[in-house]
């Protein structure tokens, strides 16, 4: 769920309370279980609904201020870390480009691996749609990485 919602555009700050966001309405929502989809299905629909939400706040900031900065320890970073960081934090970028709709369906099916079937469930759409969401979301990802290729950052 974690990195369901870290893909679905849930800041790192935020992506603890989420998770926990989803477990919340699980909990409440688990008697309503139909049946209809399989549970990862039901699941990942959360996940969709729970990111929006935090998404739609996200310029809402909840600060704890503290006496001291905490210490900068960090280890040195292998060439191999250090680039796959950048890809991702690249991968987060152009995502955000996405609109809701093409990024959940992105996400769950390139990211999480889920079955068309379950995506177009978990996004509450025609499968057809989820189809052409995730191939308009797709050109657009090709399209952003051969534009940072070329040295245009996305």
């Known amino acids: 769920m974690w990195r369901a919602l870290r893909h679905l555009g849930v800041s790192e700050a935020n992506v603890e309370d989420a998770s926990q966001d989803v477990f919340v ?3 409440r929502r688990l008697t309503d279980f139909r049946g209809d989809s399989s549970i990862k299905t039901w699941l990942y629909g959360i996940c969709v ?5 935090y ?3 996200a310029h809402i900031v909840h600060e704890v201020p503290a006496a001291e900065p905490p210490a900068l320890a960090e280890p ?5 870390q250090l680039e796959k960081r950048q890809s991702l934090e690249r ?4 995502l955000d480009q996405l609109d809701d709709e093409k990024r959940a369906v992105f ?7 889920l079955t068309m079937t379950e995506v177009a ?3 509450d759409c ?8 995730l191939h308009a979301a797709r050109r657009f990802v090709l399209e952003a990485a051969a534009r940072f290729e070329e040295g245009k950052a996305p």
């Open 76 to 80: 040195a970073q292998q060439d191999e």
């Open 121 to 123: 469930k978990a996004v």
């Open 25 to 27: 309405v699980v909990f």
């Open 91 to 94: 991968l987060a970028r152009i």
């Open 55 to 57: 998404r739609r706040r």
């Open 49 to 53: 609904r729970v990111a929006s939400e």
């Open 126 to 133: 025609p499968l057809q749609t989820a189809y052409s969401r």
């Open 107 to 113: 996400v769950l099916y390139e990211l999480e691996e």
